[in-house]
Structure formats: structure tokens, C-alpha cells
């Protein structure tokens, strides 16, 4: 069974930057579709960043489109999240999925079947 264990998150000012990352326990994401979700108090999940297998198709939020950037080192069995421009809005538990069977980009969250634990990003206004 694959997990994902994601790191990175804190309490930066509205401007700064932060980058997620999720690492696998096995290799088998390099074949597959990763994403990240976000999910603030009393929303429902929803879709952030995805790339397909290869890192070359990504897919963005209009929210996130142009601050955030999602990359993977396929090598390392990691996914990242690059994160910049933060504005308060963007307080949310981040999470890393896996869409396990899909190797293009997809933007569902019912297309993903395995998921981190989630870390907090705080951003102070």
C-alpha cells in the first residue's frame, strides 16, 4: 500500500512563499497522476494543482493559477508544491493525492484514491 506523508506547511505573511512536499513510500506514483487538494474550516476539498505521470502536463486552480507551481521528482518518489504570493485565502490544510490507475492529469477529486495526511499553511494578513 502506497502512503504519502506530506511536510512543508507553517505561518507565513500574506507575500511569502512556501513549498509542500509529499513523499511515497514506493516508487509506483512515477507512473501515476498526483495532485494537491485544499480543504480551509467549513469547505468542502477542493482541487489546487495536478500533473500527469510525467511532470510535463499540469493543471491549476484559477485561484492558485500563476502563483502556484506543482513539480515531481519521479526519482525520488517526491511531489511538490510551490507556493507563492500567499494570500490569507490560502489557509487551508494542503493535501497529497495519488490518482493510482491514471497517468494523465485530472482534476476529480474521485479520481484520486490515496491521500496524505494533509499539513496546515497559515497565512497572516
Known amino acids: 500500500q502506497v502512503q504519502l506523508v506530506e511536510s512543508g506547511g507553517g505561518l507565513v505573511s500574506a507575500g511569502g512563499s512556501l513549498r509542500l512536499s509529499c513523499a511515497a513510500s514506493?516508487?509506483?506514483?512515477?507512473?501515476?497522476?498526483m495532485g494537491w487538494f485544499r480543504q480551509a474550516p467549513g469547505n468542502e476539498r477542493e482541487f489546487v494543482a495536478g500533473?500527469?505521470?510525467?511532470?510535463?502536463?499540469?493543471y491549476y486552480a484559477d485561484s492558485v493559477k500563476g502563483r502556484f507551481t506543482i513539480s515531481r521528482d519521479n526519482a525520488k518518489n517526491t511531489v511538490y508544491l510551490h507556493m507563492n504570493s500567499l494570500k490569507p485565502e490560502d489557509t487551508a490544510v494542503y493535501y497529497c493525492?495519488?490518482?493510482?490507475?491514471?497517468?494523465?492529469?485530472?482534476?476529480?477529486?474521485?479520481?484520486?484514491?490515496?491521500w496524505g495526511q494533509g499539513t496546515q499553511v497559515t497565512v497572516s494578513s
Open positions: 493525492a495519488a490518482a493510482l490507475g491514471t497517468s494523465y492529469t485530472v482534476t476529480s477529486r474521485s479520481a484520486y484514491n490515496t
Open positions: 514506493k516508487r509506483i506514483i512515477s507512473g501515476y497522476a
Open positions: 500533473s500527469d505521470w510525467s511532470g510535463d502536463r499540469t
